[in-house]
């Protein structure tokens, strides 16, 4: 049996839970996720928990026991704190600014990059190297963040880039000279 999958979810107080015919609906102070699940798993809401089972132990449905599970306890993670992600920027000129719900990026190219907040996203800049992204919902959160980085990922002689603030960027050794 699995472990994740056989844990139940705790509702915490303000928070809304529906089912709809293979629709989980979790509403709460931050806002309303809704996400359709498998046909095969079968979610119950009864006490102030949710369980997730699995009809078999078929590996089909082993592996989307633990993942339903998860992505449930994520909704309801997301509704009541949020989720967030911050990155830094490094390099010599390079930095970033809010203007409005747009993010202004110097990266070392000819031209400004700009990114413009997605329904769902909040970006903020606290100062010129940083930058916070939050949400509610947990995959949109970490693809906005990837896609970011991924405007200039950080190099690995000097560090230069975009990263997440817990990254650890292996460092390479630049050339020698001749002898």
Same mark, same amino acid.
């Given at each position: 049996? !699995?472990?994740? *999958?056989?844990?139940?979810?705790? =509702? %915490?107080?303000?928070?809304?839970? $529906?089912?709809?015919?293979? &629709?989980? !609906? &979790?509403?709460?102070? $931050? *806002?309303?996720?809704?996400?359709?699940?498998? $046909?095969?798993m079968t979610v119950k809401v009864a006490d102030g928990f949710i369980t997730v089972e699995r009809p078999n132990?078929?590996?089909?449905?082993?592996?989307?026991?633990?993942?339903? #599970? /998860?992505?449930?306890?994520?909704?309801?993670?997301?509704? /009541?704190?949020?989720y967030s992600k911050e990155l830094e920027v490094n390099g010599v000129g390079y930095r970033v600014q809010k203007?409005?719900?747009?993010l202004n990026m110097t990266l070392g190219f000819s031209h400004p990059v700009i990114v413009e907040e997605i329904?769902?996203?909040? =970006?903020? !800049?606290?100062?010129?190297?940083?930058?916070? =992204?939050?949400?509610?919902? +947990?995959?949109?959160?970490?693809?906005?963040?990837?896609?970011?980085?991924? +405007?200039? %990922?950080?190099? %690995?002689?000097? *560090?230069?880039?975009?990263?997440?603030?817990?990254? &650890?960027? #292996?460092?390479?050794?630049? +050339?020698?000279? !001749? +002898?």
């Open positions: 049996m !699995s472990r994740i *999958g056989r844990a139940p979810i705790a =509702i %915490p107080a303000g928070v809304e839970v $529906k089912l709809n015919g293979g &629709v989980i !609906s &979790v509403k709460g102070p $931050k *806002g309303t996720l809704e996400k359709a699940y498998h $046909k095969n132990d078929e590996k089909e449905n082993r592996a989307l026991h633990g993942l339903t #599970r /998860t992505l449930i306890a994520n909704m309801v993670t997301g509704v /009541t704190e949020g203007e409005g719900n747009k329904p769902g996203i909040t =970006i903020d !800049s606290p100062d010129p190297n940083k930058i916070i =992204i939050k949400g509610i919902d +947990k995959q949109l959160v970490g693809q906005f963040a990837a896609d970011l980085r991924g +405007k200039r %990922p950080p190099e %690995p002689y000097k *560090g230069k880039g975009i990263k997440y603030a817990d990254e &650890v960027i #292996r460092r390479k050794e630049g +050339k020698t000279g !001749s +002898k």
